[in-house]
């Protein structure tokens, strides 16, 4: 699984598997496409206006925790 965040168009996308299929992408709204197989596999979610829907408080930061590890990331995101 993968995260990434494009600051510049304001777009995070969660990979959860690499595209080995033909994929179809499903805009559910405005701001949330899901690109699935037609096995019903989810292959990745693509959040658009990302900053405001990752967001978790005024701070403006996407949190990362590994609870395995109990390690914490905060990755800043634009305003």
Do not use: F
Request: net charge negative.
């Amino acid at each position: 699984m993968k995260l990434t965040y494009d600051p510049r168009y304001n777009v995070a996308y969660l990979q959860l598997h690499e595209k080995t299929a033909q994929v179809e992408t499903i805009r559910v709204s405005d701001e949330l496409n899901v690109d699935m197989a037609p096995d019903g596999t989810v292959y990745g979610i693509e959040l658009l206006n990302a900053n405001e829907q990752l967001r978790g408080g005024d701070d403006a930061a996407l949190v990362v925790i590994n609870e395995a590890l109990g390690d914490r990331r905060e990755i800043p995101l634009s305003k």
